[in-house]
């Protein structure tokens, strides 16, 4: 039976109908790093903390009793799952969408010269704001934009906001998972509201996913390849995703261990007859899983957009798929990971806003965390003016501006080696490797709850060794012998 968590998941608080609210227009409160630390400990972290995992534990397969046994057999939320009814607010939303589609064509692409996204998209953009009050009053359940409020402000000030931030910057032509938090905040605004009716204890978490989030991220999906948008607030090649992270966490429940209504959530195991999660590495499979699995759906995406070895454009989900804890393994992992990659990193929450519905008071039963390296290296409002020049500077008096081309001094280079070495350092580098640099490459995935090992000196393309958690990981490409390793790859420039 596999290991399961000890607390069960709780559900997001609705506010109460019969006490009129006070609705406040939603701003910025993230201007630094500091404030990243601030927001770890608000009521709104709390808040949207506790609906992804109440939505999590809904993707899980659960058990049914078997006809005419004792016996349970297990049934999977898959995407494409004809048990799966919606509600009048889910298809409403659907609705939504699909009318957000619909923007689309009538917003013809700009055909002038460009580097990156087309400006077409600052016109869907700008449409769907002038168009905002009508849709969400359309499609948006009554009792939720007629929400008692004490002033002149109502639901609508707030919903809007998380609404037009969604889709992604129509200044910077850019889509990452800010955007998806926002959406994930629209919802579970709604959600604070009454929007979401059900009898079905974790009947509604998953029409909210399988009928609302999935049809959200093929629109999101459909504006990256059509407007070309460039991803916001990207890791690059060591980020899990160029533009989401929710699909994974999702995907990931989807193939996890059946439970029942009384059960916690799974750390480990899988749904018997699940692919394995190390095929996403393999093209057949994962055309056939994405259209019934959220996490397998966001890999089809990769392989639409990106070409060339799986490891190479995307080593972190390739660490991933080495897990042999199965696909419950995963799901914790990936659930930590958004803890830390996502609400924990100041360029992707701080243009979050907040308002009443998710406040920036401080939850009072939040623990303070210790501040990590990331965190201290980010901008500071509170950064000294006065600085010192033999560790910082890197302006030398004009007395030495005819030194040869290309030679330092001993004062430079002494200067070169304080200013340019990293936090983390507590000795210079010499040419033999340090045991720390060794474990560089494998550093996301491990911290996050992926301890997995791959060996290119194996005979087989992939060795994978579960090592006990929160132990470092040691690369072996780093250190093994050149002539094992896959052959780098040139840039189409290089001669």
């Known amino acids: 039976m596999a290991e399961q968590q000890r607390s069960m998941v709780l559900q997001l608080e609705m506010l109460d109908a019969s006490v009129a609210h006070t609705f406040m227009v939603p701003s910025k409160r993230i201007h630094s790093s500091p404030d990243v630390s601030s927001f770890l400990m608000s009521a709104a972290h709390r808040d949207l903390m506790t609906f992804l995992m109440q939505l999590n534990k809904a993707m899980f397969p659960y058990h049914v009793e078997g006809l005419g046994?004792?016996?349970?057999?297990?049934?999977?939320?898959?995407?494409?799952?004809?048990?799966?009814?919606?509600?009048?607010?889910?298809?409403?939303?659907?609705?939504?969408?699909?009318?957000?589609?619909?923007?689309?064509?009538?917003?013809p692409l700009d055909t002038g010269p460009r580097r990156f996204g087309n400006v077409s998209f600052r016109k869907w953009h700008e449409t769907v704001e002038m168009r905002a009050e009508t849709l969400l009053h359309r499609f948006l359940p009554s009792q939720v934009l007629s929400f008692r409020h004490q002033s002149e402000l109502d639901a609508e000030v707030e919903l809007r906001s998380y609404f037009l931030g969604s889709f992604g910057s129509s200044q910077r032509l850019d889509y990452g998972t800010g955007h998806e938090l926002s959406f994930m905040a629209f919802l579970a605004g709604i959600w604070k509201l009454h929007g979401f009716q059900s009898a079905t204890s974790g009947d509604i978490e998953k029409q909210i996913v399988l009928g609302v989030i999935d049809p959200y991220l093929a629109l999101i999906r459909?504006?990256?390849?059509?407007?070309?948008?460039?991803?916001?607030?990207?890791?690059?090649?060591?980020?899990?995703?160029?533009?989401?992270?929710?699909?994974?966490?999702?995907?990931?429940?989807?193939?996890?261990?059946?439970?029942?209504?009384?059960?916690?959530?799974?750390?480990?195991?899988?749904?018997?007859?699940?692919?394995?999660?190390?095929?996403?590495?393999?093209?057949?499979?994962?055309?056939?899983?994405?259209?019934?699995?959220?996490?397998?759906?966001?890999?089809?995406f990769i392989y639409d957009v990106k070409k060339g070895p799986f490891w190479e454009h995307s080593p972190t989900l390739y660490?991933?798929?080495?897990?042999?804890?199965?696909?419950?393994?995963?799901?914790?992992?990936?659930?930590?990971?958004?803890?830390?990659?996502?609400?924990?990193?100041?360029?992707?929450?701080?243009?979050?806003?907040?308002?009443?519905?998710?406040?920036?008071?401080?939850?009072?039963?939040?623990v303070e965390k210790p501040s990590t390296i990331h965190a201290s290296s980010l901008p500071s409002k509170d950064i000294s003016r006065s600085v010192s020049v033999s560790t910082?500077?890197?302006?030398?008096?004009?007395?030495?501006?005819?030194?040869?081309?290309?030679?330092?001094?001993?004062?430079?280079?002494?200067?070169?080696?304080?200013?340019?070495?990293?936090?983390?350092?507590?000795r210079p580098l010499s040419t033999a490797l340090p045991p720390g640099l060794t474990q560089l490459h494998s550093a996301t995935s491990t911290r996050m709850g992926f301890p997995v090992t791959r060996n290119s000196n194996a005979s087989s393309d992939r060795q994978d060794n579960l090592l006990p958690n929160n132990s470092l990981v040691s690369m072996s490409p780093i250190t093994a012998d050149r002539s094992a390793m896959p052959p780098p790859t040139k840039a189409p420039w290089a001669k």
Do not use: C
């Open 222 to 300: 459909r504006l990256i390849l059509i407007y070309n948008l460039e991803p916001a607030g990207s890791h690059g090649v060591w980020g899990l995703d160029d533009h989401s992270f929710l699909p994974y966490v999702f995907g990931s429940a989807q193939y996890g261990p059946p439970i029942t209504d009384a059960d916690p959530v799974p750390i480990e195991g899988s749904l018997t007859g699940s692919p394995d999660p190390s095929t996403v590495t393999n093209a057949t499979t994962v055309e056939r899983e994405r259209a019934r699995n959220m996490y397998f759906g966001a890999i089809g």
């Open 392 to 426: 910082a500077s890197t302006r030398f008096p004009s007395s030495e501006s005819t030194r040869v081309p290309g030679r330092s001094s001993k004062k430079e280079q002494s200067i070169a080696s304080v200013s340019t070495q990293a936090p983390w350092a507590t």
């Open 319 to 366: 660490d991933i798929s080495g897990v042999q804890a199965g696909w419950g393994k995963i799901n914790k992992g990936m659930i930590k990971m958004y803890n830390a990659e996502v609400l924990g990193k100041f360029p992707v929450v701080q243009h979050f806003p907040f308002g009443s519905l998710f406040s920036w008071d401080r939850d009072p039963n939040a």
């Open 69 to 107: 046994s004792d016996q349970k057999r297990a049934h999977a939320n898959l995407v494409d799952s004809a048990t799966v009814q919606f509600s009048d607010t889910i298809s409403k939303l659907r609705d939504l969408l699909d009318s957000l589609g619909g923007i689309i064509d009538e917003v």
